[in-house]
């Protein structure tokens, strides 16, 4: 059994990763500041034995530092974090606090604590608008927006930290994730699961551009595994890796299997492209598979019919 301290344990990827950690045998010390995490999200393992919750702000000084004192972990796996790029662009400041300054804090934690590893949620934003696809770790990375930029620095920080201190640093590059949980109410949340709000309640879906943009969608479930696995894989160096699928799927293709679903929902309403959005984005997945053993297993069908069978329709 390892101990593993998760910032952001009640957010959207944070409760399926603590799940999974607690599955495969490990303690879980969960923190969140409940910015935007739920406690809903944890209901399922609140009464386990190995799962500790701690309502702390990682971007406070010192806040951190004391918790990983007290337990100790083997790992932190830092995945708190401000998490839409539209969001980071209309409060810049915030961006920089959530994603860059709390990161810091979490590298001289691991680095005054001698933590032996760091996972860190990065993102395929930091390629931005590289139109080379698929996308490999080695590629040129071009963030457009304060999001990407600051998963960026974070990345290089962490590293720099890793490096010099002596510890193993796990960048993931988390392409479009989605599943249960992701939290509908927010203008800035993913797209799918705004196509569930809407669907579900019978509203238009907006599509900003054509809908022939491409993303690479990837499973909540499968986001959760490679964490566990980055995590723990024993000899495992630092670096960087995709979280993905390897598939291009349309957002047109998406809006076909949710009309199946949902045969009298009206039409959707095209919006103008978003400020910082890519027109075409899939990873090439080999990096995670040939280093830590991890490969993305649920189809984007079988994905959304989990989420639909969750969905009260009537």
């Known amino acids: 059994m390892a101990t593993i301290v998760l910032t952001g344990a009640a957010g959207f990827i944070g409760s399926h990763t603590a799940e999974q950690f607690l599955a495969a045998g490990h303690r879980v010390i969960g923190v969140d500041n409940f910015r935007t995490g739920h406690r809903r999200n944890l209901s399922g393992i609140l009464n386990n034995g190995n799962f500790f919750l701690r309502e702390i702000d ?3 000084d010192g806040a951190l530092g004391a918790l990983v004192a007290e337990y100790k972990p083997a790992a932190i796996v830092h995945l708190a974090a401000l998490v839409s790029v539209q969001e980071s662009i209309a409060n810049p400041q915030l ?38 696809l698929p996308l490999k770790e080695s590629d040129e990375t071009r963030p457009i927006s304060p999001y990407g930029a600051a998963k960026l620095v974070s990345e290089y920080l962490l590293l720099n930290y890793a490096e010099t201190y002596g510890f193993t640093v796990r960048s993931l590059r988390y392409f479009n994730v989605y599943g249960p949980r992701q939290d509908p109410t927010s203008p800035y949340s993913g797209v799918l699961s705004l196509f569930v709000r809407g669907f579900s309640e019978g509203k238009p879906v907006a599509i900003y551009g054509d809908g022939w943009q491409t993303r690479d969608f990837i499973a909540v479930n499968d986001v959760a595994q490679a964490n566990v696995l980055a995590a723990t894989k024993a000899d495992l160096g630092s670096g960087t890796a995709n979280i993905c699928t390897g598939q291009a799927i349309s957002l047109q293709k998406i809006l076909a299997i949710f009309l199946a679903h949902f045969p009298t929902a009206p039409s959707p309403i095209y919006a103008p492209a978003r400020l910082g959005d890519v027109m075409h984005s899939f990873g090439d997945p080999s990096k995670a598979q040939n280093d830590f053993g991890f490969m993305a297993e649920t189809k984007i069908e079988e994905g959304l019919a989990k989420i639909f069978s969750s969905i009260n329709r009537t």
Do not use: D
């Not at 961006?95 to 001698?114: D, P």
């Not at 760091?118 to 934003?125: E, H, K, L, R, T």
């Open 58 to 60: 990682v971007a406070a």
């Open 95 to 132: 961006n920089y606090r959530l994603n860059i300054h709390a990161t810091q804090l979490v590298a001289e934690t691991a680095r005054q604590h001698r933590v032996p590893r760091v996972v860190f949620a990065s993102s395929a934003g930091v390629y931005g608008s590289n139109g080379k």
